[in-house]
């Protein structure tokens, strides 16, 4: 079945440093990727999202890239905040199938100190 | 603003008890789900339902009943079967299941609510 694999957790990075969270999948065909954060106490919030290969996401300068040959979609930042502390989850939709749920990976934490 | 309301945000239950879980959403979406965090583990899926008096059981659905009356209501309960109730909640909707090229599959989550089994 369809799955997702993140890089274990918990990261801590001091400010202004790269961040890099990994994320590798299984699927048929080609779902589309995502990457959802969660704020401490709250719900998780769409963060970027890619629905074909090569395309990239990008938001609050995050960046993360759909790669086929790889199923990677890595989460990139290149100068983090202390306000980007959060759980990071990457998850998937096979595509081209109505009815399909979204699978999660199990989350990193992601810590930034001052 | 549209969004997705759940509460209570905290709660509390005896060992036997049932408690029902409320999630509304006013973002007229078709698709509402439950999702199960626990630590270390990600979400987990309960329950989920496409349309209004239909819903189908996700991956650990024993434990739990839902309902789905109206389109913007889909309360859990948790009954006194679910062995290890303790765990954040998520409800979330979206405006189509799955339907990945069309975009209407981003979900949008509620804020969450905690129980805890004394």
């Known amino acids: 079945g369809d799955s997702v694999t993140q890089m274990e957790g918990p990261v801590t990075l001091s400010e202004e440093a790269c961040l890099t969270i990994n994320c590798t999948y299984t699927a048929t065909g080609y779902p589309s990727l995502f990457w959802y954060v969660q704020y401490p106490g709250e719900g998780l919030q769409l963060l970027l999202k890619a629905t074909k290969a090569d395309d990239k996401g990008s938001n609050k300068g995050f960046e993360a890239t759909y790669r086929k040959e790889t199923t990677s979609f890595h989460l990139e930042k290149g100068s983090v905040q202390v306000s980007d502390s959060a759980v990071y989850f990457c998850?998937?939709?096979?595509?081209?199938?109505?009815?399909?749920?979204?699978?999660f990976g199990e989350g990193t934490q992601l810590t930034v100190n001052p | 603003d549209g969004g997705i309301t759940q509460s209570p945000k905290y709660l509390f239950r005896k060992e036997g008890q049932n408690v029902t879980l409320s999630c509304e959403q006013n973002?007229?979406?078709?698709?509402m789900y439950w999702y199960r965090q626990d630590p270390g583990q990600g979400l987990r899926l309960i329950y989920y339902s496409q349309i209004v008096n239909d819903f189908q059981k996700g991956d650990i659905a024993e434990g739990y009943s839902v309902s789905r009356e109206k389109k913007e209501s889909f309360p859990l309960t948790v009954t006194s079967a679910q062995k290890n109730p303790t765990a954040f909640y998520l409800c979330?909707?979206?405006?189509?299941?799955?339907?990945?090229?069309?975009?209407?599959?981003?979900?949008?989550f509620g804020a969450g609510s905690r129980l805890t089994v004394l």
């Open positions: 979330a909707s979206s405006a189509r299941l799955g339907q990945a090229l069309s975009g209407a599959n981003v979900l949008t």
């Open positions: 998850a998937l939709l096979p595509g081209e199938t109505s009815g399909s749920r979204l699978t």
């Open positions: 973002l007229n979406h078709d698709a």
